[in-house]
T-cell receptor, first 110, second 114 residues
Framework: TQLLEQSPQFLSIQEGENLTVYCNSS?????LQWYRQEPGEGPVLLVT?????EVKKLKRLTFQFGDARKDSSLHITAAQPGDTGLYLC??????????FGQGTRLTINP | DAGVIQSPRHEVTEMGQEVTLRCKPI?????LFWYRQTMMRGLELLIY????????DSGMPEDRFSAKMPNASFSTLKIQPSEPRDSAVYFC????????????FGSGTRLTVV
């Protein structure tokens, strides 16, 4: 059983479309992080959200932390082929232990 | 900084052989983590160290797995004897003690046990 459930697991859309990826849990996390992983490489940190209700923007990416600090979403506006990759959410348990979701494999078609 | 360095990048070994994976964390990072990634189970935390001391090894699957961190700049993950079900990508990551700063991952070691 995954502590963090991501949906959808797979998403294939056309360039220019918008999309949202969800990360849900029944547990409360002290913070939540989003990573992006490309083939043959390790995950790379995109953002950390700490406060319930927090919204952070990274160019065309918008990250939101739920009010209860149990869930998060990633919204991409006007997706581009360069956004293709595996997106992982990870919750911080205790001081520093990171628990990862299964990931959302995103493909943006030109 | 060269980032987290893992070696080897690829390892193919026969069942029953000993496998040693290596990791050099980022200088100044006090915490080091070993993860395993498979399609079925995603990223699983195996063990992590703070200041070279193992803190949580509850994710280590069996006694066949062991990890050491003899100093702040080096860690190993050993599998002895290896089995085909150990085939996966093994990642090392390092961070400052507070997890909210995020982890820096290495490029991983793809292990295939035949």
């Amino acid at each position: 059983t995954q502590l963090l459930e991501q949906s959808p697991q797979f998403l294939s859309i056309q360039e220019g479309e918008n999309l949202t990826v969800y990360c849900n849990s029944s547990s409360v996390f002290s913070s939540l992080q989003w990573y992006r992983q490309e083939p043959g490489e390790g995950p790379v940190l995109l953002v950390t959200v700490v406060t319930g209700g927090e919204v952070k923007k990274l160019k065309r990416l918008t990250f939101q932390f739920g009010d209860a600090r149990k869930d998060s979403s990633l919204h991409i506006t006007a997706a581009q082929p360069g956004d293709t990759g595996l997106y992982l959410c990870a919750g911080v348990k205790g001081a520093q232990k990171l628990v990862f979701g299964q990931g959302t494999r995103l493909t943006i078609n030109p | 900084d060269a980032g987290v360095i893992q070696s080897p990048r690829h390892e193919v070994t026969e069942m029953g052989q000993e496998v040693t994976l290596r990791c050099k964390p980022i200088s100044g990072h006090n915490s080091l983590f070993w993860y395993r990634q498979t399609m079925m189970r995603g990223l699983e935390l195996l063990i992590y160290f703070n200041n070279n001391v193992p803190i949580d090894d509850s994710g280590m699957p069996e006694d066949r797995f062991s990890a050491k961190m003899p100093n702040a700049s080096f860690s190993t993950l050993k599998i002895q004897p290896s089995e085909p079900r150990d085939s996966a990508v093994y990642f090392c990551a390092s961070s400052y003690p507070q997890g909210t700063y995020g982890y820096t991952f290495g490029s991983g070691t793809r292990l295939t046990v035949v």
